[in-house]
């Protein structure tokens, strides 16, 4: 169980930085690989998580998770309030 939330935090976090929070874009000096891509910090991420203690991948999978399903949660119910 393990692996599999390192790897759900990974991608968590990743998405956010990159695509939601567009961190890479605002910031120049950050503006390069491993920063702006997907795949080389998801990889970093993940190694940096699994010699992390649990506690620090659980409250990553939690603060990025949500983040990043709380904008597709909200768009699904307000589709469902009021439908076209």
């Known amino acids: 169980m393990s692996t ?11 998405f956010f930085f990159i695509e939601m929070a567009r ?9 390069r690989k491993p920063f702006n891509c997907m795949m080389c910090l998801s990889v970093w991420v993940s190694l940096i ?21 709380a904008p597709f949660i909200r768009n699904f119910l307000h589709n469902l309030m009021f439908k076209k």
Do not use: E, H, R
């Open 23 to 31: 961190i890479p874009d605002k910031i120049n000096i950050i503006k």
């Open 49 to 69: 998580l699994y010699f992390a203690p649990v506690w620090i991948t659980n409250i990553i999978l939690t603060m990025f998770g949500t983040g990043v399903l």
């Open 4 to 14: 599999i939330k390192i790897i759900l935090a990974s991608i968590a976090f990743t």
